[in-house]
């Protein structure tokens, strides 16, 4: 037969079971996290008409769409699930109820450089809560309460939700008469991490002719340190001169003020006033979360508030808030520093039934019945092979007990079971081996994705 | 702003929350049952290397696949999780552990004709037991217990999975000099449900110049009646006589002996030798399952024995058993005939939190983070609305549970807990709010997607 190599795209991720079994335990954990908080789950085609993924047009968007046609259609595959919430809120905005909160866990696609780390093909995990005209500040103080309980959930220990208000940095820049460039400003400063503060100065000063005064003062009041509390006092000195800047710090500080009710610990939170986030539509709280023992990987869940989330498709007024995780990213980074939890089962079972020849077939079928039917997942290896081919499936898979079954057992109506790891056996009856093996996982079952 | 038509192309599934709710419970059932089976779930990428995907090439599929361009490279939408499986196994066939036992459920892409109820975008849902250069009959036995599994989970009640073998069709025939001409017969006898017997026969006789005795002969044999014994019995007359049906009719024997060992009732399986399936691939074992109180509904699961899966990309034999739900069209189905349970909870929360006002803010957030503690799926209700519109909320949305914190309540640490079907409301702490919330919604949580 003609053969073709198999391969697989560069910048698709697929993995082997192992991994794809920790995978499939954080996609759980996202899941259950996000449904805690009472957002609803939503799934979307991938596929989508080019007209309604590009309402928006322009920029690095186009470029790297995956965009195609079929018969008469020109169709495109989305690059994020905001925009396709947009769609849908919009076509569907009479059959919802606001707040409309949502949580969609989906691939989406970009076109991008194949370079190590960065996949054209991504799942993100996205929640945004939709208003109807308008949606109030809780909201966004509420936040960093999934934030915080969604990575707590995953078992990472060492990170930190920043958050930060658009209105605030607007007000700001508008003391320093740079209303007009603030957009430009908003996104220089965004690359502080990156390029450090003396080339955020020269791009202001150089590229966008921003005073060097002013761009001395922006910078010394992105960068004002101490504590939540301490930047909420240093902010209050500005009060009272603009509106955008007293409505912004009024928002700031209640996120602040109910972070602790929201169960948030002080030290997985801050206010940081460098942080603006690129994206142009954001118009209040902005979001980022930081590993704070890898700085380097950057933020690992960001998101804001925006005031029109479907403009491009109803005159309807939806005001959101959302964040976004990507796990694919995040997943492959997680894999590079070990921190993967050794904990999760990633054997394809809990126990593998093995008849030692035909005649204990029907004892050894009636035997993985059983497990199943108390919740034990399991496998029967069939096939006809020699013992040590037959231990060595299970050892091999990882499979942590194997149940042999011989012509004695199954005549007894019991089985040997083994505990791979500890090397032991015993002779137990189906439902003895059931609740030793649920006894012996109960931990490893709910084991968290990440050590950390 | 210029705006675009919000919509959802023709052809693709996009369900509202409510049902986006019924269906996720089905998406957890069948993994939860497929994994009781000791198969490890897999995920592969959505796109693949158009000569990956086509490598078997020609026919319907390469008419219907979503084929384009990006950059240099020819890509294509998978079209079903098969070929990506054979692909996935080929590439990484010394990274495995034979049999590979695994499960996928994702969507794939056929441009097909648009027409209610046909779907160009649909949830597959697979489970396949892969061997290295053999495998065991007893794997084709162990599938009907997979199959029954899963749809007693789902709720289904009235379904026949249906088995035939397919060396026992095609040693009939080899009985009767049909060997050169059995692909065309089994492919005309898999249309007997749709065409009925007399256009079977005329087809075979006018169309493969099947001589007319021989093909009363095939549609007497196939339609011979009684139960799986008496057929067994009716197969034994014609032992002996050929190779091929010998080996089929021990197989088909097997398949039997251990169905209730496996744990399927008699009830729920029948053999059916009528069963033949449209595709050339399978060698073994032939399942069907239907909806016995909806005949007309076709198969909602099939699948069957192969030799070889992936003869396309590699030398290695890889004998297989599989099978395939197509998820999105039994959805629409089980939509159609009202058969989804109405006792899940179809709402965002299992709780919403309202505060009267500004002032019992801090508390109404302390009594959403304690139920979350309990598991109480929970939101708050932020927006400074009449107390009538809050309550709505709770209503139009589905909520069953409304905790409403007044200043009286705030003061004393209680809420006034509000069952919203019964119209009850009694004032309890959080804690003890949390308790009733979670012992009354026990039930529904565990309900099953189908009614029925």
Redesign the interface.
């Known amino acids: 037969?003609a053969?073709?190599?198999?391969?697989?795209?560069s910048g698709?991720?697929?993995?082997?079971?192992e991994d794809?079994?920790k995978?499939?335990r954080v996609m759980a954990t996202l899941r259950e996290s996000y449904?805690?908080?009472?957002?609803?789950?939503?799934?979307?085609?991938?596929?989508?008409?080019a007209?309604?993924l590009l309402?928006k047009g322009g920029g690095e968007t186009e470029k790297q769409i995956?965009r195609?046609?079929?018969?008469e259609?020109d169709?495109a595959l989305r690059f994020d699930l905001t925009v396709p919430l947009?769609?849908?809120v919009?076509?569907?905005a009479n059959?919802?109820?606001f707040?409309f909160?949502?949580y969609q866990i989906g691939?989406v696609?970009r076109?991008e450089r194949a370079q190590r780390g960065r996949f054209r093909?991504f799942y993100q995990a996205d929640i945004d809560i939709i208003?109807d005209g308008?949606?109030?500040i809780?909201?966004e103080a509420?936040i960093p309460?999934v934030i915080y309980?969604t990575f707590h959930a995953l078992g990472l220990k060492n990170f930190r939700i920043r958050v930060n208000n658009r209105k605030v940095l607007n007000g700001f820049f508008a003391l320093l008469g740079l209303t007009e460039k603030s957009g430009d400003v908003m996104r220089t400063i965004d690359k502080l991490d990156k390029i450090g503060p003396g080339k955020v100065r020269a791009v202001l000063v150089d590229e966008f002719a921003v005073e060097p005064e002013a761009a001395d003062k922006v910078l010394e009041f992105i960068s004002f340190p101490g504590t939540s509390a301490e930047k909420l006092a240093f902010l209050r000195r500005y009060e009272g001169k603009n509106e955008t800047f007293d409505l912004g710090l009024h928002e700031l500080a209640t996120v602040v003020e109910?972070v602790g009710?929201?169960?948030v610990p002080a030290e997985n939170f801050e206010i940081d006033l460098t942080i603006a986030r690129g994206l142009d539509y954001y118009t209040g709280t902005v979001y980022e979360t930081v590993m704070t023992d890898h700085p380097e990987i950057g933020s690992i869940c960001s998101g804001g508030r925006y005031d029109n989330l479907?403009?491009?498709?109803?005159?309807r007024t939806l005001p959101g808030v959302g964040i976004s995780i990507g796990v694919t990213r995040l997943f492959y980074v997680l894999q590079e520093q070990d921190m993967l939890s050794k904990d999760i089962l990633t054997?394809?079972?809990e126990a593998?039934v093995i008849p030692m020849d035909t005649d204990c077939?029907?004892f050894a079928?009636?035997t993985a019945?059983a497990l199943?039917?108390e919740?034990v997942?399991?496998?029967?290896y069939?096939?006809?092979r020699k013992f040590k081919q037959k231990i060595g499936?299970a050892d091999?898979?990882g499979i942590p007990f194997a149940l042999i079954i011989g012509g004695d057992e199954a005549a007894a109506g019991v089985v040997s079971l083994k505990d791979m790891a500890a090397g032991t056996q015993e002779k137990l009856t189906p439902a003895e081996a059931a609740a030793k093996i649920n006894a012996a996982l109960a931990l490893r079952r709910r084991a968290q994705a990440i050590r950390g």
């Open positions: 037969m053969q073709i190599r198999p391969h697989t795209l698709f991720m697929e993995l082997l079971p794809q079994k995978m499939q449904a805690l908080y009472g957002f609803t789950p939503l799934d979307t085609p991938v596929i989508e008409s007209d309604v309402a995956y195609f046609t079929k018969g259609s169709l947009a769609k849908y919009a076509l569907h059959e919802l109820t707040p909160r949502r691939k696609y076109g093909e208003g308008r949606l109030d809780m909201n509420e309460a309980r109910y009710s929201f169960g479907a403009g491009y498709y109803t005159d054997a394809p079972a593998v077939m029907a079928v009636e019945t199943r039917a919740g997942k399991t496998q029967i069939f096939e006809n499936f091999k898979s």
